[in-house]
């Protein structure tokens, strides 16, 4: 099997033309054909010799994986399914740290959401996920593996919009501080003036709130942050969501609280509506007692109705007013309008067709 280049970073490269005996300025040279003009092959790379060429075709490839399906909802939106190949961790216990095993053949879904002039790729970090949020279908289907720099970066340039695209959101498939090293390789390459040369402020990071990922994060990117709350009360999202017992969410807050957020980092907290569970009165002044002295933004989510769940969103009358009710406290929150329902592309519905069978 040959090594792929995609997800390598400017030293990686670095070390591989030295490898092959190739000059230094090499490595920049490939950097650009990757990450800039998108190539597919090594034989694309036209300013490098022949004989360089056939050289790293002998061990290497480029390594961008082709979409294996496409669905277009009647609102613009795509959803892009990828194959991939990843590395599998047993055990599915919350926090399980145990090393990586075996290679494991799945599917992930990114979606690519029209708006203007905008196009926003939401990404998947992981086949499948640990987390186990009751209200979400990739979570229901437990954790197949982890995407590697090569598989995240992939679906940017796989996409047909790829040469188009304007933001994008860590928000598909997984936990994205769960698989951490490779999320951060891909961001490095996403921002990198010898990369995608895009700005941090075009990159939000989604999480459901993995706390030492979560402090590394905060110190070490400058990416947007955007945090799944759903619930300020604990024992009931913890029979929402595990993570609760395991990193509380009030320990999150105290965390990000620590953080300047007046700049050009954003932070923003996403809640999902169900209807007669989080979404009285009460829930949200805990809310703003909870964001409290936090320069942030709350997003209400319609909650889109999964199988074998007892909750329906909540009437847009009651987030209307949920809304309000935050807005007069001063924080910030808007009704995230909801994209691509009918192909199930919106919040909590990617599951990726091919793990539904393995």
Partial sequence: MKIKLLGKNL??????VADEGLPGYTAKQIAQWLYVKKVRTIDEMTNLSKAARAALNLKYEVGVTPYAGLQISSD?????????????????NLGCTLPE???????????????????????????????????CMTGRQGFHGNLSAADIISQFI????????????????????????????????????????????RITLSTIGVLPNLKRYLDECRCHLAVSLHDPFGPERLSMMPVQGAWPVQDVIDLIKQYDFTGQRRVSFEYTMFGGFNDSKVHADALIRMLKGL????????????????????????????KSRLNNSGITTTIRASRGEDILAACGMLAGEHNRSC
């Avoid at 030293?11 to 591989?16: F, Q, S, Y």
């Avoid at 709350?298 to 949920?322: A, C, G, Q, W």
Wanted: glycine share 6%; hydrophobic share 35%; net charge negative.
């Fill in 295 to 322: 320069e942030c933004r709350v997003n209400l989510i319609r909650f889109h109705k999964i199988p074998d769940f007892p909750y329906d969103t909540s009437p847009d009358v009651v987030m209307e007013n949920f």
């Fill in 76 to 92: 613009g939106t795509k959803k892009y399914l990828f194959p991939v190949s990843c590395t599998h961790r047993r055990g599915l």
């Fill in 101 to 135: 095993t075996e290679l494991e053949n799945s599917a992930v879904e990114a979606v690519m959401i029209p708006d203007e002039d905008r196009a926003t790729l939401c990404v998947s970090s992981q086949a499948g996920c640990r987390m186990g949020c009751r209200f």
């Fill in 11 to 16: 030293e990686e490269l670095k070390r591989v």
């Fill in 158 to 201: 796989a996409v047909d919009e790829s040469d188009r695209l304007t933001n994008t959101v860590f928000m598909g498939m997984g936990e994205p501080l769960d698989n951490y090293e490779n999320v951060m390789r891909a961001i490095e390459i996403l921002t990198a003036d010898w990369g995608f040369g895009w700005s941090p402020k």
